[in-house]
């Protein structure tokens, strides 16, 4: 082989060499962005003192693709990173992408071979992250006797991950404690009643437990829980009943107009305003000789002496009988 030989393989070897796809990701490991043979950045601080920092260098092995594809799916290329990386893992909930700008540079003159490319680098995102109640507890009250499918409240669970990938953060409400008397929708976790004729007069308070899974609830999602405290609030459906069904007052003969002859109770299994009385008097042998007034204390009805009649008069420890009606104000 002569001389001439030799020095075309030559140059033919370096022009393939330096024109060889892989070469350029090589030669970025000892790319520091500096001049020829520099390692860093240097400077002076303040004080003149010197500074020196150390840039980042990218290490890959090769990377290798099918040629001529044409398919729509993403193929994995390989595993990018660099020599300040502490080994700890990249979390998409903290850093969803990173930018990464590069460029392909000769290994002797440091010279760029092509101009700077930017790659977005998405952090894929894997179910790590359970489902999270926006609150503790919920409190939340419906009005006895409502009608099955009555709205009580609406909870909600926010997941971490990636929404736009997978069923890693779609969410999935069901009810763990509080059937048969509630229901929650699986997709907005609306808490509804399903159970009708509850009463507060026999049960008011109720402690209903709801889940939100991920992974649109598949087996293997992770879950989170939460506690609604429910109160049936009262309504006006209890009638007032008297403790008694006679009641019988002796009036003495020295009794001034206006005074008390004697005090009737009714009581009513509601609570507070749907509890308060008023009183009134609807039948009388004697018309116009008593009045009642409510106690609002005491919720107590007051019968009053308004006028006295001779006969009453004349005859001490008369009885009397009159017919009281009890109104709910």
Do not use: C
Not at 26 to 45: C, F, I, N, P, Y
Not at 157 to 186: C, H, K, M, W
Not at 209 to 216: E, L, N, T, Y
């Amino acid at each position: 082989m002569d001389r001439r030989r030799v020095y075309v393989l030559m140059v033919l070897w370096v022009m393939a060499h330096l024109s060889f796809p892989g070469y350029g990701l090589r030669a970025l490991r000892r790319t520091t962005g500096g001049r020829k043979g520099s390692t860093g950045l240097t400077g002076q601080d303040a004080n003149g003192v010197p500074l020196r920092r150390s840039k980042r260098g990218w290490m890959w092995n090769q990377f290798f693709l099918l040629e001529e594809y044409t398919g729509t799916d993403m193929q994995y290329v390989g595993k990018l990173h660099s020599d300040s990386d502490r080994g700890d893992g990249s979390v998409r909930e903290e850093k969803a992408y990173y930018i990464l700008h590069a460029k392909a540079v000769n290994r002797f003159t440091n010279e760029a071979l092509e101009g700077q490319s930017e790659f977005i680098i998405k952090i894929h995102d894997i179910n790590d992250n359970e489902p999270r109640f926006t609150k503790d507890v919920y409190m939340a009250s419906v009005p006895e006797m409502s009608d099955i499918g009555t709205s009580v409240i609406q909870v909600t669970a926010l997941d971490a991950d990636d929404a736009t990938y997978g069923n890693s953060a779609r969410v999935v409400y069901s009810i763990l404690e509080g059937q048969p008397y509630f229901s929650v929708d699986p997709e907005t976790g609306l808490i509804k009643t399903a159970l009708p004729g509850m009463d507060r007069e026999v049960k008011e308070n109720y402690q209903v437990v709801i889940q939100a899974k991920d992974m649109a609830g598949q087996m293997g999602g992770l879950s989170g829980t939460t506690t609604v405290s429910i109160t049936l609030s009262d309504v006006n459906d209890n009638p007032p009943r008297f403790i008694k069904t006679l009641y019988e007052f002796r009036v003495p003969e020295s009794i001034e107009l206006g005074s008390a002859v004697g005090l009737i109770r009714a009581m009513d299994a509601d609570i507070g305003e749907n509890a308060e009385m008023d009183y009134r008097i609807i039948g009388s042998d004697g018309p116009g000789m008593f009045d009642i007034t409510t106690n609002r204390s005491t919720q107590e009805g007051v019968i009053l002496l308004r006028k006295v009649r001779a006969a009453l008069s004349l005859k001490f420890g008369v009885w009397f009988h009159h017919v009281i009606n009890v109104l709910r104000g």
